[in-house]
């Protein structure tokens, strides 16, 4: 899984999707590491459940679509996307039976410590009455069993769910019966907690698919057959959304279809346990329209482990994380108007390790503020209970003009940010679907407020969405300014979604689609001239994902000119570090810890005038060519020492770090001395040094 090359690409690169599989796999590692507590192991394998799921339904179904493409267009792509699909297949093949070798390894250490997993054949019979008890209760009036044959066509099977697939018969005649049931997650937790415990205190615990498994005679009970089997399977499809170009059309009614259209799209995955029997996967995968051997992955007893994020926290505290509950802003008093304490002085938070309820305070106060006129903000994802969203309700109501930029094009995220376009509408705020050809990314809020003469702008620029949820778990920065050099120009990236045909000029914030690529060219090509002077030139990027072929020739080109580059890359890397004549100059690394890391922090020496930036964009082709993204310069001195010591822990640390190198192993840094982990020492900082340095 080395680098690929083509005709036209004579520089070492990594193709994206395998270095996605890269990423998963350290994902992976922290439901192997030991050192973690035992629930949040169990968690890691949901994550990377989830991952995959999304991996295939967007990424692996692009590389589909790629075989239809002739050969002249694919040289452009210097891919063989038949090729790739083989290498992800075999890729994905290891990983899973990597993944089922953790999950019986963790059961057993759940076994260690009391809590033990049961499936229906391991029931004594108190416990069968219990599970028996619940399901009548609970289960059953979720289950809808469907009877299959041969001429009726199959319906349409929901993605991202997981379905039992029975097949009744008789152990002394051929006659044979298939059916399929939807596993009710959406209605019954995933996992039941047994009331009846061991004779030593254990815990047991039994998943819905078992419950199931154990009552199929109840279910089929009208049927005489006297063997009953149920196979786990799952569907996954094709989840890019095809926005067509009809301009007679609205984008939320384009957007709306579809989403209907994801539920009928092209299949991408079949796994199925891997037990089941020949007959019934013949069948199966024959009313399914599946034939290509890579789309159908034979895997365990159990799937979607998606569910294992929301294991419960059973054993106590030694078994989940030691809380972090997120820290006051030492320059914050949230009893008082924030407006003063944010105009006396450029405030920055930190997620999730300080408090995200700033954001809804500073919105709370604007909606009730006799001077403030308007509100504008973008939305990309929001929470499902959106104090966000109610805090802009309540502005409405105050007589205040608010509007907002709402991304209907936000993966996953497309009917939830309908219905809160609708919410706001009724309530009266004005809502902008976006731009039309672009994906409007950034993370804007701009409050307008009266003054004697004229107005003055309080500005929020971020990397993270506007999500109380995921502020408690991805690492995120947001900026809160007066200062005009910022609010003003922030003031013209609104006007922009006004009036898209306006092109607007920016001398502090940089801009995607039209200007980022260029300005990030410029700043490297600084560094190359200090460099080929002598002079100290140093680059350090904190991005997710790092793709895009023409920047990462510009950072080889700077390694080459002897500029020091880190880059600290969570999720793709395509660039490959330490290669002779190449990257000599460039360490890469990537921390995958209990937080999700997704700021995106930019630094660069300059000769000295040390530059720093924080941005909602990373370094691929879509956020600098087809989205409005937004990257922040940080003027406030304090605020960029604040940056440099948190990427410099980051830089410095020596647990849960891995190094990206050109064979993807994700070897772990080496432990020299004091063991530094890059989130709890953040923490640490925050907590304490950061606090008395400034109190």
Sequence with gaps: MGDKKSEKQDFPIINREISWLSFNSRV????????????????????????????????????????SLDKKTLKEYHVDPT?????????????QKKFESIYNGLKEEF????????????????????????????????IIPLMLDKKRELPNLKDKEIYLAIKLSNKKDSKVLYSLIKVPTSAVSRFYVFEQTGPNGETYVILLDDIIRANLSDIYSIFSFDNLEAYTIKFTRDAELDIDDD????????????????KVAEPVRFVHDKEIPDDLLYFLTKKLGIVTSYNIKPGGRYHNFKDFMGFPALGGSKMTYTPLPPLKHPFVDTSKRLVPQIRERDIMLNYPYQSFDVIIDLLREAAIDPKVTKICINLYRVASTSKIINALVSAVRNGKKVQVIVELRARFDEQNNIYWSNVLQEAGAEIIFGVKGLKVHSKLILIERKRKSDYEYIAHVGTGNFHEGTARIYGDTALLTTDTRIALEVKKVFEFFENNYKVKRYSHLIISPNGSRRKFNQLINNEIRNAKRGERAEIILKLNNLVDEELIKKLYEASQAGVKIVLIIRGICSLVPGVKGWSENIEAISIVDRFLEHSRILYFYAGGDEKIFIS??????RNLDLRVEVTAPIYDEDLKKKLKKM?????KSNVKTRLLDRELSNTYREVKGEPIRAQLETYEYFRTKYAKKNK
């Design 247 to 262: 301009i007679a059309s609205s984008l939320l009614e384009q957007i709306s279809r579809s989403l209907e259209n994801r």
């Design 647 to 651: 990427l410099a822990i980051q830089i």
């Design 111 to 142: 076994k260690e410590e009391g809590i033990i997993f049961l499936n229906e054949q391991e029931l004594d019979d108190k416990q069968r009455e219990e599970v028996s008890d619940y399901f009548a209760e609970e289960v059953r009036a979720n």
């Design 83 to 95: 090729s790739l699909l083989k290498e992800i297949s075999t890729t994905v093949a290891e990983q």
């Design 616 to 621: 909602s964009a990373d370094w691929m082709v």
């Design 28 to 67: 992976l590692q922290e439901a192997e590491d030991k050192t973690n507590p035992l629930v949040e192991r169990l968690r890691f394998l949901g994550i990377f459940s989830n991952n995959l799921d999304e991996f295939y339904r967007v990424r692996v179904a692009s590389v589909r679509r790629m075989e």
